[in-house]
Every structure is written in structure tokens, then in C-alpha cells.
């Protein structure tokens, strides 16, 4: 396989115009990844009115913002969005593609990679690029996708040796959030969509959300009890 | 009249390790693992059933796997399934979802005549998600993944309930549509004792080749035609009934390899046994006090 691209992307999961947690820390880790490419971190930003998304992204180490703005990509809806990801992943074929592990993600980088046959790994802790010998063969700058599997009884290392996109999904929390001094250069690049009759295949009626009231990755102390406790009231602190 | 196709899928049981399948360096031994009808599977071959009893049609399971796993697939016919298929070959051994969404595919397009294909969220041995978007894909038909409720289903077109982030949303999707499903779906039945009875003989094409090894008075051919005819033949699909494409199947059809395997080491530290008696008890309060754990 020849001339490989080095472009790390990140698909960056918002409602009501505010990016998911998940999709910064990514950017995050896709920084170091690109890094180690040599190549360009690229955010994709989907929606309606999500300009100051993409400015967001500049912040945690985006160099570049594929913005596709359209009244109707408001929400998430599987079609629509899986196709505009297509076309710019068979268009452009970047190297890694990376999404948060959310109902999201597991909705639409399976069906993204399926059109694009790609290679997806679900729900990495750790991802990494190495050059490493597989089956005799060397793989120069590879993205090692490491994650627990069977129940977590298992660490399995899954690597994408023969294609050129490899896309991973990563949970809530994993990677660390750790935006830049010093954001970078805005560049964005405005990408047109034309809505398909297949998109209102499935419609959304209603949406019910409810914030967490408790936000445990945001907590400085978390005291956990087993079951032997008994009641919620031994914890209350003295 | 709406017709289900059902996917459903055998595996390990990696939710109750035991005592039993540890090695001695405390990793599991994955071969030792008991084979399970994973649960969401089970869920929504349930749904599927469900939506028959309502409106009529037609329950398929099909599972992709080797040729035990037609054990989940009598159980299917236990719960209510009209017909099941199994999909073997040795071709499609180490296929990643990539791989397995095409085989299961094209044998949902040779089986055809669907409205709903139903399938768990996710397998409980890889935790993936995958197949079900990516057989939606393939098929060109939408998908509504985590869903937890069918409100109805007029017109050609379904009213679900489906879990999201931080809440759920109501969707309409039109027929054909895959739906993949989170346990609080619904509760499986129980076998029908009916059933049980009924099909517990029920025989694929690899355990009716047993019966004839050594067995020169017994033909396959012959009691494959005895079985059908009885209606207790799991049909078998392969690699060469589904025409497919070697190079999309199996280890060669995966984008995704497994580079490298660490056992999770689950073994714990010295034990110290202490007997239940007065003096054992007291031993025990004795030790404790010189650790400074009690007192």
C-alpha cells in the first residue's frame, strides 16, 4: 500500500450546539496521534448553526474544521450523517478516524465503516502508533487499538494492517482532557450537504434528555460501597 | 403481515467465570467456557414473536457459527421461531464484524421477504455493536439501534422507542428497518414444553453426517429428506449456497487483526484458612489485632 495519508480525524458529537465531552478528549489524543504522523488533526462538525463548535475545536489541538452546517442535520440521525461520512472518508481517505463510544458513535461509525470498508475497533482504552512486524510483514506507523473483550477477561491489541483507514471508538473519560496554551490557527472548511429523500427513512418525533444530576468523572473524591453495606446512609460523612 | 428475520448469536458465557475455567496462572481458559444464547439475542427473537402474535407473520432466526451453535437455534424453535437457519462454513472462521455483516447479509437476501430484521445490541463476547449498523448498511435499509420499546407499526412504518444518550427519543422508521435491542426490551418467554418436545430432535446437517459415520445402514441424504419432512431439519447455509465472495469472508474479508492477546490475570493473593471453631475465631481476632486491622 502506497502513500498513505497521515490525517487524523475526530467526528465531534454535539446537541444543542454544545460538542460532547468524548469528542474533545479525543481531539486531545488525536493531537499526540497526528503528531506522530507528521500529519494534520482534523475535526468534523456536523449541524445546524455549529460554527462556534468548530471554533471550540481549535482550542484542543484541531488544525483544520470539515464543517457541514444544514437545517436539516440539527440532530443526529443515522442516514444523513453516516452518508455525509462516507463521501468525505472515500473522498479524502485519512488515515484514522476516531469517535466517542456513545450511543452516537456505536450507531454511526459501524455503519461508516461498513460502507467504507474500513477497519473499526470498539471501545479502546488505549490507542498508540508503532511500527510493528505482523505475520512477517512490517507496518510502519500503525495504530495499535488496545481494548478489553471477552467480559474484560482479555486486553486484546487489534491493528488494521491492510487498509487505509482505520477507525476506532473510544468511551466517555478514557482519554485525557488537556487543551492547548495556545489554541491553534482557525481553519475552516465549509462543506455543502444536499438533503436525499432516504433521510426521512427514519424520523425523529420526540427527544426526552435528562442532564446527569451527578457528574462522577467531574468529582475529586468517589467513596464506593459494596453490597454488604446495606444502606445508603452509612456513608454519610462525619 | 410483517415477517422477522432474528440474528442471534451463541457465546461464551464471560459473565460468570468460575472457579472451573481458571488456569492455574489465573487467566481463563476461553475454550472452557460454557456456550450461552446471548441474552439480547434472545430479546429480540421475544420482540420479533411479539410483533407476530400481533399482527401475523412469519419468525426466521439465523445464527452465523460453527455447527454447535445450532443448539441456540432449537431454542429458538422452542421460543416460538417458524423456521431457523444455521450459517456455517469453515471459510467464515475468524471473520470480524466487517466480514461476518456480509455473510449474514447475503444470507438475509437469499432468505428475503422481510420487514424487520431484529438483532441484540451487542454480543456479550466482543461488546462491539457492529454487526447490526453494518448489516443495515449492506442491506441499503435503515437501522434504529438501541431500542427499547415498540410503541406500533401502520402503514409500512414503525413507532419506536429508543435509548440515547442522557435520555430516549421516539422514531419512525419505514419498513424494511434492522433494529437492534437493549435487554429492558423485553423478558424472553420460557420454552413452550410444547415445543420442546416437539423439536428438541431437531437435527442440522453436520449432527445428521454424525448419525451416519460409522453407520452403514444410514445414508445423510436419506434422512436429511426423513428430517425435512418431519420439519426437524436446521438448514445450513455455506459459502457456496450463499455464492459469496472468498475474499470478503472470514480472516481474509477482516480489515481488523488481533495483534497481540494479554490474559487478564484474576488470581488472588495468600489465603490463610481459618477453621470455624472458638480457637480458630480466636487465632483469626489475634491476627487481625497484630495487623492493626482490628483493635
Given at each position: 500500500?502506497?502513500?498513505?495519508?497521515?490525517?487524523?480525524?475526530?467526528?465531534?458529537?454535539?446537541?444543542?450546539?454544545?460538542?460532547?465531552?468524548?469528542?474533545?478528549e479525543?481531539?486531545?489524543?488525536?493531537?499526540?496521534?497526528?503528531?506522530?504522523?507528521?500529519?494534520?488533526?482534523?475535526?468534523?462538525?456536523?449541524?445546524?448553526?455549529?460554527?462556534?463548535?468548530?471554533?471550540?475545536?481549535?482550542?484542543?489541538g484541531?488544525?483544520?474544521?470539515?464543517?457541514?452546517?444544514?437545517?436539516?442535520?440539527?440532530?443526529?440521525?443515522?442516514?444523513?450523517?453516516?452518508?455525509?461520512?462516507?463521501?468525505?472518508?472515500?473522498?479524502?481517505?485519512?488515515?484514522?478516524?476516531?469517535?466517542?463510544?456513545?450511543?452516537?458513535?456505536?450507531?454511526?461509525?459501524?455503519r461508516?465503516?461498513?460502507?467504507?470498508?474500513?477497519?473499526?475497533?470498539?471501545?479502546?482504552?488505549?490507542?498508540?502508533?508503532?511500527?510493528?512486524?505482523?505475520?512477517?510483514?512490517?507496518?510502519?506507523?500503525?495504530?495499535?487499538?488496545?481494548?478489553?473483550?471477552?467480559?474484560?477477561?482479555i486486553?486484546?491489541?487489534?491493528?488494521?494492517?491492510?487498509?487505509p483507514?482505520?477507525?476506532?471508538t473510544?468511551?466517555?473519560?478514557?482519554?485525557?482532557?488537556?487543551?492547548?496554551?495556545?489554541?491553534?490557527?482557525?481553519?475552516i472548511?465549509?462543506?455543502?450537504?444536499?438533503p436525499?429523500?432516504?433521510?426521512?427513512?427514519?424520523?425523529?418525533?420526540?427527544?426526552?434528555?435528562?442532564?446527569?444530576?451527578?457528574?462522577?468523572k467531574?468529582?475529586?473524591?468517589?467513596?464506593?460501597?459494596?453490597?454488604?453495606?446495606?444502606?445508603?446512609?452509612?456513608?454519610?460523612?462525619? | 403481515?410483517?415477517?422477522?428475520?432474528?440474528?442471534?448469536?451463541?457465546?461464551?458465557?464471560?459473565?460468570?467465570?468460575?472457579?472451573?475455567?481458571?488456569?492455574?496462572?489465573?487467566?481463563?481458559?476461553?475454550?472452557?467456557?460454557p456456550?450461552?444464547?446471548?441474552?439480547?439475542?434472545?430479546?429480540?427473537?421475544?420482540?420479533?414473536?411479539?410483533?407476530?402474535?400481533?399482527?401475523?407473520?412469519?419468525?426466521?432466526?439465523?445464527?452465523?457459527?460453527?455447527?454447535?451453535?445450532?443448539?441456540?437455534?432449537?431454542?429458538?424453535?422452542?421460543?416460538?421461531?417458524?423456521?431457523?437457519?444455521?450459517?456455517?462454513?469453515?471459510?467464515?472462521?475468524?471473520?470480524?464484524?466487517?466480514?461476518?455483516?456480509?455473510?449474514?447479509?447475503?444470507?438475509?437476501?437469499k432468505?428475503?421477504?422481510?420487514h424487520?430484521?431484529?438483532?441484540?445490541?451487542q454480543?456479550?463476547?466482543?461488546?462491539?455493536?457492529?454487526?447490526?449498523?453494518?448489516?443495515?448498511?449492506?442491506?441499503?435499509?435503515?437501522?434504529?439501534?438501541?431500542?427499547e420499546?415498540?410503541?406500533?407499526?401502520?402503514?409500512?412504518?414503525?413507532?419506536?422507542k429508543?435509548?440515547?444518550?442522557?435520555g430516549?427519543?421516539?422514531v419512525?422508521a419505514?419498513?424494511?428497518?434492522?433494529?437492534?435491542?437493549?435487554?429492558?426490551?423485553?423478558?424472553?418467554?420460557?420454552?413452550?414444553?410444547?415445543?420442546?418436545?416437539?423439536?428438541?430432535?431437531?437435527?442440522?446437517?453436520?449432527?445428521?453426517?454424525?448419525?451416519?459415520?460409522?453407520?452403514?445402514?444410514?445414508?445423510?441424504?436419506?434422512?436429511?429428506?426423513?428430517?425435512?419432512?418431519?420439519?426437524?431439519?436446521?438448514?445450513?447455509?455455506?459459502?457456496?449456497?450463499?455464492e459469496?465472495?472468498?475474499?470478503?469472508?472470514?480472516?481474509?474479508?477482516?480489515?481488523?487483526?488481533?495483534?497481540?492477546?494479554?490474559?487478564?490475570?484474576?488470581?488472588?493473593?495468600?489465603?490463610?484458612?481459618?477453621?470455624?471453631?472458638?480457637d480458630?475465631?480466636?487465632?483469626?481476632?489475634?491476627?487481625?489485632?497484630?495487623?492493626?486491622?482490628?483493635?
Amino acid at each position: 500500500m502506497q502513500n498513505l495519508s497521515n490525517e487524523v480525524w475526530v467526528f465531534i458529537e454535539q446537541r444543542n450546539g454544545k460538542p460532547a465531552d468524548v469528542s474533545l478528549e479525543l481531539l486531545c489524543k488525536g493531537r499526540k496521534l497526528a503528531g506522530q504522523l507528521h500529519g494534520p488533526l482534523k475535526a468534523v462538525v456536523i449541524g445546524e448553526d455549529v460554527k462556534s463548535i468548530a471554533a471550540d475545536t481549535f482550542k484542543y489541538g484541531a488544525n483544520e474544521v470539515l464543517l457541514i452546517q444544514h437545517k436539516e442535520l440539527k440532530n443526529y440521525r443515522t442516514l444523513p450523517y453516516s452518508r455525509i461520512l462516507n463521501d468525505l472518508i472515500i473522498k479524502f481517505s485519512p488515515r484514522i478516524v476516531l469517535f466517542g463510544a456513545t450511543v452516537i458513535g456505536r450507531d454511526l461509525a459501524p455503519r461508516v465503516a461498513s460502507n467504507t470498508k474500513s477497519g473499526l475497533t470498539a471501545d479502546c482504552t488505549e490507542l498508540r502508533i508503532d511500527s510493528i512486524t505482523y505475520l512477517g510483514k512490517e507496518c510502519k506507523d500503525i495504530l495499535l487499538q488496545i481494548r478489553p473483550a471477552f467480559g474484560g477477561n482479555i486486553i486484546a491489541t487489534i491493528i488494521t494492517p491492510d487498509n487505509p483507514v482505520q477507525m476506532a471508538t473510544v468511551r466517555e473519560g478514557v482519554m485525557e482532557l488537556a487543551p492547548l496554551e495556545v489554541p491553534n490557527k482557525t481553519k475552516i472548511t465549509e462543506i455543502s450537504f444536499l438533503p436525499d429523500p432516504t433521510d426521512a427513512l427514519v424520523e425523529i418525533i420526540e427527544q426526552f434528555h435528562q442532564e446527569n444530576i451527578v457528574n462522577l468523572k467531574g468529582a475529586p473524591v468517589i467513596i464506593a460501597g459494596g453490597y454488604g453495606l446495606g444502606r445508603t446512609n452509612v456513608f454519610t460523612a462525619e | 403481515m410483517y415477517n422477522s428475520i432474528v440474528l442471534v448469536k451463541q457465546v461464551p458465557d464471560t459473565a460468570n467465570i468460575s472457579g472451573k475455567v481458571m488456569k492455574e496462572d489465573g487467566t481463563v481458559n476461553r475454550s472452557k467456557l460454557p456456550a450461552i444464547f446471548n441474552h439480547e439475542d434472545k430479546v429480540a427473537l421475544e420482540l420479533a414473536l411479539q410483533v407476530k402474535e400481533k399482527y401475523g407473520g412469519k419468525v426466521t432466526a439465523i445464527t452465523m457459527g460453527p455447527p454447535r451453535a445450532s443448539d441456540i437455534l432449537r431454542e429458538c424453535l422452542y421460543m416460538g421461531a417458524d423456521e431457523v437457519f444455521l450459517i456455517s462454513d469453515r471459510k467464515f472462521a475468524g471473520a470480524d464484524t466487517l466480514a461476518t455483516s456480509y455473510v449474514l447479509s447475503e444470507a438475509i437476501n437469499k432468505i428475503g421477504n422481510y420487514h424487520f430484521i431484529f438483532g441484540g445490541r451487542q454480543a456479550i463476547d466482543g461488546d462491539t455493536a457492529q454487526v447490526g449498523p453494518q448489516t443495515a448498511d449492506k442491506l441499503n435499509i435503515p437501522q434504529v439501534t438501541y431500542a427499547e420499546q415498540i410503541i406500533d407499526i401502520k402503514k409500512n412504518k414503525v413507532t419506536l422507542k429508543r435509548k440515547i444518550d442522557g435520555g430516549h427519543e421516539i422514531v419512525r422508521a419505514a419498513l424494511p428497518v434492522l433494529i437492534t435491542v437493549i435487554k429492558e426490551a423485553a423478558d424472553p418467554r420460557p420454552f413452550s414444553a410444547k415445543r420442546v418436545m416437539a423439536y428438541k430432535g431437531a437435527k442440522s446437517l453436520t449432527d445428521l453426517e454424525k448419525l451416519t459415520e460409522g453407520n452403514s445402514l444410514l445414508y445423510t441424504d436419506t434422512l436429511i429428506h426423513e428430517y425435512r419432512e418431519r420439519n426437524l431439519f436446521i438448514s445450513t447455509l455455506t459459502m457456496d449456497d450463499l455464492e459469496l465472495d472468498v475474499d470478503r469472508c472470514g480472516v481474509k474479508g477482516s480489515p481488523t487483526k488481533v495483534h497481540k492477546v494479554e490474559s487478564v490475570v484474576l488470581a488472588g493473593g495468600n489465603q490463610t484458612m481459618v477453621e470455624p471453631t472458638k480457637d480458630g475465631i480466636g487465632t483469626l481476632i489475634d491476627k487481625l489485632m497484630e495487623d492493626h486491622i482490628l483493635g
